[in-house]
T-cell receptor
């Protein structure tokens, strides 16, 4: 049968540049969003999260922006480094009744050139 | 930093065989999860587990799958009769009680190849 694989969107940047990774989510009722980083052969690693009552949150070198009107999330990485090269996933909480079930989006591959 | 550990890191099994994937969550965590990731695709939720029972499961988690916490430390995923399409990386994850200020921690994964 036909093998259909998902080709990840790819963002290539130079070391030192700022990176912006975008994500569209599906559920307008989602109340909690998370960005994960996944390096090759490893499990997803938490980067930063944001609740739906906020539109911006900053961490160390990272900023997450949330636009609920258009159901859009972005991750900004300042002064991108080669070690930032990975696949980045946004996840929204799809759990019901107060439960917490991160549901992952498609992922974006970030390639940082030295 | 505490971590979730998974064994085996890689297993090759014949179609139709039973497989058990093992996980040791972080010791004071209360919520446990299994996710899978087919090669090149996104990470998919399978099941969540709390207070010794399944709290939520996805459509992928059919009767061929089961989870168990046989003692105070291990959390296992069993696939009763493996199919070719079960080939994937399986991630165990755990988290503490309250999601505010806490995160889900993922293990390194168990790569299952069904032949």
């Amino acid at each position: 049968g036909e093998n259909v694989g998902l080709h990840l969107p790819t963002l290539s940047v130079q070391e030192g540049d700022n990176s912006i990774i975008n994500c569209a989510y599906s559920n307008s009722a989602s109340d909690y969003f998370i960005w994960y980083k996944q390096e090759s052969g490893k499990g997803p690693q938490f980067i930063i999260d944001i609740r739906s009552n906020m539109d911006k949150r900053q961490g160390q070198r990272v900023t997450v922006l949330l636009n609920k009107t258009v159901k859009h999330l972005s991750l900004q990485i300042a002064a991108t480094q080669p070690g930032d090269s990975a696949v980045y996933f946004c996840a929204e909480n799809m759990g019901s009744g107060g439960s917490y079930i991160p549901t992952f989006g498609r992922g974006t591959s970030l390639i940082v050139h030295p | 930093e505490p971590e979730v550990t998974q064994t085996p890191s890689h297993q090759v099994t014949q179609m139709g065989q039973e497989v058990i994937l093992r996980c040791v969550p972080i010791s004071n965590h209360l919520y446990f999860y299994w996710y899978r990731q087919i090669l090149g695709q996104k990470v998919e939720f399978l099941v969540s587990f709390y207070n010794n029972e399944i709290s939520e499961k996805s459509e992928i988690f059919d009767d061929q799958f089961s989870v168990e916490r046989p003692d105070g430390s291990n959390f296992t995923l069993k696939i009763r009769s493996t199919k070719l399409e079960d080939s994937a990386m399986y991630f165990c994850a755990s988290r503490d009680r309250d999601i505010s200020g806490n995160t889900i921690y993922f293990g390194e994964g168990s790569w299952l190849t069904v032949v």
